[in-house]
C-alpha cells in the first residue's frame, strides 16, 4: 500500500470537506484510526455513524 503524508492542516481540512465514509474507503482507514489520528493531532473530527 502506498504511503501519503499529510499536514495536520491538510488532514483537518480532508476530514471536514470528505464524508468520513468516502475517506474510510479511499485511505483504507477506520473510523477509529481517523478519530485515533484526530485525537494525537489534537483536533475536532465529526461526530456522525459510520455505516
Do not use: C, F, H
Amino acid at each position: 500500500m502506498k504511503t501519503i503524508e499529510l499536514s495536520r492542516n491538510q488532514l483537518y481540512d480532508l476530514v471536514w470537506s470528505t464524508p468520513l465514509s468516502k475517506l474510510i474507503k479511499q485511505y483504507a482507514i477506520s473510523n477509529e484510526g481517523i478519530k485515533k489520528y484526530a485525537g494525537y493531532l489534537k483536533y475536532p473530527y465529526p461526530k456522525v455513524a459510520i455505516g
